[in-house]
């Protein structure tokens, strides 16, 4: 079964603002311009942070935040701050083509990686 890193390669960045109901998010693609997660009203300086952090760049400062996994976003102290994406990419003819296990377990681990990396100190 694939899990993240046979699909998305580091390092991670972000690719363009989206402005969709009023708020204000940036897509962040992988090495191989795979959209993977969108930022969710988190500020621009922990985003850069956070995607250091991911990249295995720096660490996260500070210990007043928890990170978590549940239902397909990253929790912030219980609130949503990452929003884990590119379904259509994973399962898609055009895209990757995998079984909806497999699509799964791709997010699933990415999404467990990247909780993994904000929450060492």
């Given at each position: 079964m694939k899990n993240w890193n046979d699909i998305y390669k580091l390092?991670?960045?972000?690719?363009y603002i989206d402005e969709e109901d009023g708020f204000r998010s940036k897509r962040i693609?992988?090495?191989n311009s795979n959209f993977i997660f969108q930022?969710?009203?988190?500020?621009?300086?922990a985003q850069i942070s956070a995607l250091n952090a991911i990249n295995g760049i720096e660490k996260l400062k500070?210990?007043?935040?928890t990170f978590s996994y549940k239902d397909g976003y990253i929790l912030a102290n219980e609130h949503k701050a990452i929003m884990i994406r590119?379904?259509?990419?994973?399962?898609?003819?055009?895209g990757h083509n995998l079984s909806s296990?497999?699509?799964?377990?791709?997010?699933?681990?990415?999404?467990?990686y990247i909780v993994g990396k904000l929450n060492e100190r």
């Open positions: 390092p991670i960045a972000e690719s693609l992988d090495a930022f969710l009203n988190v500020q621009d300086s500070g210990e007043d935040t590119g379904w259509g990419n994973l399962t898609g003819t055009g296990d497999e699509a799964a377990n791709v997010q699933d681990t990415f999404a467990n």
